[in-house]
C-alpha cells in the first residue's frame, strides 16, 4: 500500500498499525471532532503526512493538525493537537 | 487479538505480476483471517537491528493462514526493491493485522459495487472482487481499472478470465499507451470515462476508490460533482506519484 521512505500524503487507513499500539479496537473507525472546523470525521479519511519517525494526522476539512504519532524507540507517542473528542465508531 | 502483536510469517511463494511487481504469500504464524479490503503492516529487521515497517493491502480475504500482498517496486525504495528482486521463499519477516475496518467490503454491504483503481491501489479490491465472487454476486461489481500500460496491470490475466467467466466486469484506462487494436482514449480517468462505466448515480452504488493519492483524490472530487453522495464513497490512498 504505502512506500514512506519520504514523507509522503496518504490518509488514516495507513496508521491502523500504529495507531493499534495505542488503543485497542479498529483505531481507523474511530470518529473524531475536529477544535478548528467543527468537522466530524473518522480516522480513515483523515490526511496523514507519513514517514518513518511520524504520522501528523490532519483535518481533511481545515488542514489543522488532529494529531501526531510518533515512534520512539519501540514505543509509540500520541501527542494530541486540535483533536476536541473522539469516540468509537 | 492482541493489539500491536507481531506476528511471524514466512515467504511461501514469490511470483512475478509485472515488469515491476511481485505477488507474495506469506505463511502467518497464528493469523486470524481478514475480510475483503483489510491490510497488514510488515516489518523488516536488518542485522544491525535496524526496523522498517511499510504497509501492504492483502489481495487475500477469509480464514486461510496464508494472506497474499502485492508488492509494486518504488524506484529508489527502503523495503520495496528487496521484496520486489530479493526476498526468497523460506525467507521470515513480520506481519501485524489484519488492519483497517474502513475500507472494507462486508457480503450484507447493499450494492452495487463500484471499485476503481489506479495502479497497484487495486490490490484490495483484488480481494474485493474474489469475495464478491466466492459469494456469487459479481453481478452487481464493476471494477474501473486504470494503469499506465496493458503490461503494469498487476492481477490482468485473473481479472481478465474473471470477468469472461461471470466474475465481476472491467473497464479498463490506459494512461500512458494502450494496447494494440484498443479502440478507447488514453490518458487520465476523466468525467466521460467515469459516467461510461460507473454504475449510475441512480443506483446509489457503493464505491471504493484505491490507489496514489493524487488520483484518488482527482477520482472523488469527479465523483461528487458527477453527483454521487459522498457518504457512499470509500477511499484509501498510498501516496507516491498520481
Known amino acids: 500500500m504505502s512506500e514512506h521512505d519520504e514523507p509522503s500524503v496518504v490518509d488514516g487507513n495507513a496508521v491502523a498499525g500504529l495507531l493499534s499500539e495505542v488503543f485497542a479496537g479498529d483505531p481507523t473507525m474511530f470518529v473524531g471532532t475536529c477544535r478548528g472546523c467543527g468537522a466530524v470525521a473518522v480516522f480513515a479519511e483523515a490526511v496523514v503526512e507519513m514517514d518513518d519517525d511520524a504520522a501528523i494526522v490532519r483535518c481533511r476539512s481545515c488542514t489543522h493538525t488532529l494529531f501526531t504519532v510518533l515512534r520512539d524507540g519501540h514505543s509509540v507517542r500520541l501527542v494530541i493537537g486540535a483533536l476536541r473528542e473522539v469516540h468509537p465508531g | ?242
Open chain 2, 1 to 242: 487479538m492482541i493489539a500491536g502483536d507481531w506476528r511471524p510469517a514466512r515467504v511461501a511463494r514469490a511470483s512475478a505480476a509485472t515488469p515491476s511487481a511481485r505477488v507474495l504469500r506469506l505463511e502467518v504464524s497464528g493469523w486470524p483471517g481478514s475480510a475483503a479490503g483489510q491490510h497488514i503492516d510488515v516489518r523488516l529487521t536488518a542485522e544491525d537491528g535496524y526496523q522498517a515497517v511499510r504497509s501492504y493491502s492483502l489481495a487475500s480475504y477469509g480464514d486461510a493462514t496464508e494472506v497474499e500482498i502485492a508488492v509494486d517496486e518504488v524506484p529508489d525504495g527502503e523495503v520495496s526493491p528487496y521484496l520486489v528482486r530479493d526476498v526468497q521463499p523460506g525467507d521470515e519477516l513480520e506481519v501485524k493485522g489484519p488492519l483497517g475496518g474502513y475500507f472494507v467490503w462486508h457480503p450484507q454491504d447493499a450494492g452495487p459495487v463500484q471499485l476503481i483503481a489506479g495502479g497497484s491501489g487495486v490490490v484490495p479490491l483484488v480481494a474485493i472482487a474474489r469475495a464478491a465472487t466466492d459469494a456469487g454476486a459479481a453481478a452487481s461489481f464493476r471494477l474501473l481499472y486504470s494503469v499506465r500500460r496493458s503490461e503494469d496491470a498487476i492481477y490482468r490475466d485473473e481479472l481478465t478470465s474473471g470477468a469472461e467467466d461471470g466474475g465481476v466486469r472491467v473497464t479498463w484506462a490506459y494512461t500512458r499507451a494502450a494496447p494494440p487494436g484498443w479502440e478507447g482514449s488514453v490518458g487520465r480517468v476523466d468525467d466521460a470515462l467515469l459516467r461510461a462505466s460507473v454504475w449510475p448515480v441512480e443506483q446509489n452504488p457503493l464505491v471504493y476508490v484505491c490507489g496514489p493519492t493524487g488520483f484518488v483524490e482527482h477520482v472523488a472530487d469527479a465523483l461528487v460533482e458527477l453527483g454521487h453522495s459522498p457518504g457512499r464513497i470509500r477511499t484509501e490512498r498510498f501516496g507516491g506519484a498520481s
